[in-house]
């Protein structure tokens, strides 16, 4: 629902906007050099989930309290940040009648789609595989509405989801982040662990393309039990420390304190077959890292969810082992199915039009980073998956391959302000002629 970008609640959604045009606060940092704008500077409490080298630095705000957590993901803030920004600008030039709260809350409704799009039809696919999609219920509609909505099902998030399972990227993390030239060749890489808490590479101009250019072109890691020492050894190190933090003792911890059941209760509640013995589990995961689980648990009823999860090999077309898919596909599916605001629902007072539904269906990553950047002019089509010549080619931003969502699809006639003139035109025709008429 995009609350990365709103925020949870009114009082915080309004201290996010400018008060006009429907916009989000931004900083036009590089207002000179012609170039987009930045997050604007977390000026309350400014310690707070950020490490700063000085008192004049400051990291960014965003309707999430995690967007410095590391600076892959305040560049993907930025991003949707722009974009709001970008669907407002051009919904006021179709409708020069409509108000500040109008143009923001359709752009919110206009972006919120878009997150919900994006994420079902370029992200799990990748993530889960098509026949654990097809299983869930989770492949979208190509045309029409969708009416699969169900009051009786709660969209909320589920503590096995939030508590281990979605946290299976901690496995995916590279040990260096890479910055690559809009001619998509290497230029520079950081150590993970130097971003994580410190966004400030982002105030150089031109770099926060770099860094997505990057994330485009960089391989990422294996799905497995294996994490990258940057996030195990020195997560939210301070300056000038020779250790951090260990997310993976963190994830384990947060499992017990939430009271997650362990991974084989996830199994059955899977309908996936459990072990009763360390022999038995042979053939789901790697062999070592089964002995290493009975070298320090008594029985395999002792391991931990988040731990079981990214052990397991994967199903085939798909990321993730087949605990980790079930448990990301019930919650995605109870997202769908249990939230009245979906973007594909008929019938609502949030339902779209189907033609203005048949755009937000255009909507793709490729061009929200080519909408939303400055300097990249050729991306792949799928973002999230490397660039191949024949299934996933680049394509230059403006050639037409990937297309753009149609805002003319929003314009306001039945507004009283448009209509006026023609009104005050009827007004003047005579009661005669108008009489007449009706003999």
Known sequence: DANTVYGVNEKFARKLRTGYGGLLRMNPVFQEYGLKDLLPLKLDIPDEGCTRPNKSMFCFEAGEIRVNEQLVLTCMHTLMAREHNRIATGLAQINKHWDDETLFQEARRINIAIVQHVTYNEFLPILLGKE???????????????????????????????????????????????????????????????????????????????????????????????????????LFKKE????????????MQRGR???????MEFRKFCGLPTSNTWDEMFGSMPNDTILRYQSIFEHPADI????????????????????????????????????????????????????????????????????????????????????????????????????????????????????????????????????????
């Open 257 to 263: 304190e939430f009271g997650i059941p362990g991974y």
């Open 240 to 251: 000038g420390a020779r250790f951090g933090m260990d997310l993976v003792s963190f994830n």
């Open 304 to 439: 931990d969810l988040w731990s079981g999860g990214v052990s397991e090999k994967s199903l085939p077309g798909s990321m993730l082992g087949p605990t980790f898919a079930c448990v990301i596909a019930t919650q995605m599916s109870y997202l769908r199915r249990g939230d009245r605001f979906w973007y594909e629902l008929p019938n609502q007072p949030s339902s779209f039009t189907p033609e203005q539904l048949q755009e937000i269906r255009k909507a793709k990553l490729s061009r929200l980073i080519c909408d939303n950047t400055d300097l990249i002019d050729t991306v792949q089509i799928y973002p999230m998956v490397l660039p191949d010549h024949e299934i996933n080619p680049r394509v230059p931003c403006k050639s037409g391959v990937i297309p753009s969502i149609d805002l003319t699809k929003w314009a306001d006639y039945a507004s009283p302000d448009i209509a006026s003139p023609v009104f005050n035109y009827i007004n003047e025709i005579p009661d005669t002629l108008l009489n007449f008429r009706k003999k």
């Open 132 to 234: 654990v999609m097809e299983k869930f219920g989770l492949v979208l509609q190509k045309d029409g509405y969708w009416d699969g909505y169900d009051p009786k099902v709660n969209p909320g998030i589920i503590d096995s989801f939030a508590g281990a399972a979605f946290r299976f990227g901690h496995s995916l993390l590279p040990t260096a982040v890479e910055r690559w030239s809009k001619a998509h060749k290497f230029i520079a890489s950081k150590r993970l662990s130097d971003l994580i808490r410190r966004p400030y590479d982002l105030y150089r101009a031109g770099v926060l393309d770099e860094y997505f250019m990057g994330l485009m072109n960089q391989v990422a890691q294996a799905m497995d039990d294996s994490i990258t020492q940057e996030v195990t050894n020195h």
